[in-house]
């Protein structure tokens, strides 16, 4: 893979910042002695941004740009960076000069140790309490339910390698949750505490809304990496449990009308425990159906399971390459030897015939 840093920026509204975030850029990238390229996605800005990056890309070959056609997303500008980097590296930083480009060495670093993605960890957030105190709920409880050791998942300021982000799938809001999604996926992911700057132009984009969905989201993340390949783990393991709850219900009141003669048929819980039952039958038979569908796709292909590396296939190919030769050559012999021993009998024919005449 190329030694080339490919520094993808995903812009909405920052046209104030970018041309001292790439100053910033050039200053700070030398010292890895990496060669880089910038990719800005304007993800729909409607304050000049595209034009001030247009300006950027045509003074110099190493700033691209990609513009949406209208606002779509942090997750989708990511995700089109992504497709567009060239490097062996991928850097994401915000556009609004927030994340401080002289930390990017740092995370490179942490990445030679083995690591596969490294996050920034905003340890002195420069932003009001109203977006810090949420944010660390936030990353409490993500840090809980999923059981990775991060305590900013959503910082804008990561590395990664290539293999990475080629084979993750960013939609929707999944960008609070890459490093979650990298980790289910198997790559080794850490973090690295960074400087964090005060905004100096524009606003923030995200309200209080974000946290409702991020909630939903999580959900998303949490049941993809632990049930996408096995949902009937799931589904039938809740409609199993509540199909047993509606069944000893039912014997209940079954053994209460049956040996003590009472009325069951306006009691609640007849219709609880019928319910249940109901209920259980569906969510088992919807994982049975989301196993036909998990089947049917592990049929078509590889189902996702990515291999890192292999050991010893090239020499056992070789060397399986070379016993077919020898066996081909061997059968080349084989065929050939009765033609021999055939020749040399016609010859002997040959070689008695005249003596015959001669008689």
């Not at 089109?80 to 740092?106: C, M, N, S, Y």
Request: charged residues 25%.
């Amino acid at each position: 893979m190329s030694d080339l840093i490919s520094l993808v920026i995903p812009v909405y509204n920052e046209a104030g910042s970018l041309e001292q975030l790439v100053e910033e850029i050039r200053a700070a990238l030398p010292a890895t002695g990496h060669p880089f390229e910038i990719i800005f996605v304007d993800d729909g800005s409607t304050d000049g941004s595209f034009a001030v990056m247009e300006k950027l890309a045509a003074a110099s070959d190493d700033v691209r740009v990609v513009k949406l056609r209208r606002n779509f997303g942090k997750a989708a500008a990511l995700a089109h960076g992504f497709t567009r980097a060239r490097g062996g590296i991928v850097v994401t930083l915000d556009g609004d000069r927030q994340d401080d480009p002289q930390e990017i060495p740092k995370l490179l670093a942490k990445l030679d140790e083995g690591f596969d993605l490294v996050s920034g960890w905003k340890q002195r957030r420069q932003d009001p309490l109203s977006k810090t105190l949420p944010s660390r709920f936030f990353n409490w409880t993500v840090r809980r339910m999923t059981g990775i050791a991060l305590h900013d998942f959503n910082c804008g300021l990561k590395a990664y390698r290539h293999e990475v982000v080629r084979h993750i799938t960013l939609y929707g809001e999944l960008h609070r949750y890459i490093p979650v999604v990298a980790s289910d996926q198997g790559f080794r992911v850490a973090e690295v505490p960074v400087a964090h700057r005060r905004r100096n132009w524009g606003r923030s984009k995200y309200g209080i809304k974000r946290y409702a969905r991020g909630y939903l989201d999580l959900l998303t993340v949490l049941f993809l990496g632990r049930y996408q390949h096995r949902p009937l783990h799931l589904f039938g393991g809740l409609g199993t449990l509540l199909m047993v709850a509606g069944i000893v219900i039912d014997g209940y009141l079954a053994i209460d009308k049956l040996a003590f003669g009472h009325a069951i048929g306006q009691r609640p819980l007849l219709l609880l425990g019928t319910l249940l039952i109901i209920v259980g039958l569906q969510l088992l038979s919807l994982g049975l159906i989301s196993e036909l569908i998990t089947s049917a796709r592990a049929r078509s292909g590889r189902e996702g399971y990515e291999v890192e590396r292999t050991v010893g296939f090239a020499a056992a190919q070789g060397k399986g390459a070379t016993a077919a030769r020898g066996a081909t050559a061997d059968e080349g012999v084989a065929a050939r030897a009765p033609s021999s021993d055939a020749g040399m009998a016609d010859e002997g024919v040959a070689a008695r015939a005249p003596s015959s005449d001669g008689a």
